[in-house]
């Protein structure tokens, strides 16, 4: 049994799991005159954000940040289960596309911590959530790189 055997599907678990985390948690906190706190989770900005009339750009952070890691997990899943196919057809054509936007959230948070700083509009905190979704991200790209080496030349 190689390593390869056993850490392929504890990933295959990891990934789903912190993915949700990083959903539900709260990604930053930002505190203002000391006084008031915010820590919103991914979600609550996605609905934040539709119910402040921002439709178009909640529905492109919704698809960026949840949809697209989400079928790239289930990409990287059947292509693992699957020894060719469909999974591989999908595996091969579209998550190396969806690879591509993997950690744009965990930059978008960055910059955003960064600008709330520099201002002095608010200090900005790092929260689990946050670190969750990059753990996913990582894991994600790990496990396609292992499922990409396993399945042979492309």
Same mark, same amino acid.
């Given at each position: !049994?190689?390593?390869?055997?056993?850490?392929?599907?504890?990933? #295959?678990?990891?990934?789903?799991?912190?993915?949700?985390?990083?959903?539900? #948690?709260?990604?930053?906190?930002?505190? /203002? &005159?000391?006084?008031?706190?915010?820590?919103?989770?991914?979600?609550?900005?996605?609905?934040?954000?539709?119910? @402040?009339?921002?439709?178009? &750009?909640?529905?492109?952070?919704?698809?960026?940040?949840?949809?697209?890691?989400?079928?790239? !997990?289930?990409?990287?899943?059947?292509?693992? !289960? /699957?020894? @060719?196919?469909?999974?591989?057809?999908?595996?091969?054509?579209?998550?190396?596309? +969806?690879?591509?936007?993997? !950690?744009?959230?965990?930059?978008?948070?960055?910059?955003?911590?960064?600008?709330?700083? /520099?201002?002095?509009?608010?200090?900005?905190?790092?929260?689990?959530?946050?670190?969750?979704?990059?753990?996913?991200?990582?894991?994600?790209?790990? +496990?396609?790189? +292992?499922?990409?080496?396993?399945?042979?030349?492309?």
């Amino acid at each position: !049994m190689s390593a390869l055997s056993i850490i392929r599907p504890a990933l #295959l678990v990891a990934a789903p799991f912190f993915l949700a985390l990083g959903l539900i #948690l709260p990604l930053v906190r930002f505190e /203002t &005159l000391y006084f008031f706190d915010q820590t919103p989770s991914l979600i609550e900005i996605v609905a934040s954000l539709w119910k @402040g009339g921002d439709g178009l &750009l909640a529905a492109i952070v919704a698809l960026v940040s949840i949809v697209l890691p989400f079928l790239k !997990m289930i990409g990287i899943a059947a292509e693992a !289960m /699957t020894a @060719g196919g469909a999974g591989s057809l999908f595996y091969r054509r579209v998550v190396p596309h +969806l690879s591509k936007w993997s !950690m744009m959230d965990v930059l978008l948070v960055a910059i955003v911590i960064a600008a709330a700083k /520099t201002t002095g509009l608010a200090d900005a905190f790092t929260q689990p959530g946050l670190w969750c979704y990059a753990a996913s991200s990582m894991i994600s790209g790990l +496990l396609h790189s +292992l499922t990409g080496d396993a399945s042979g030349p492309k």
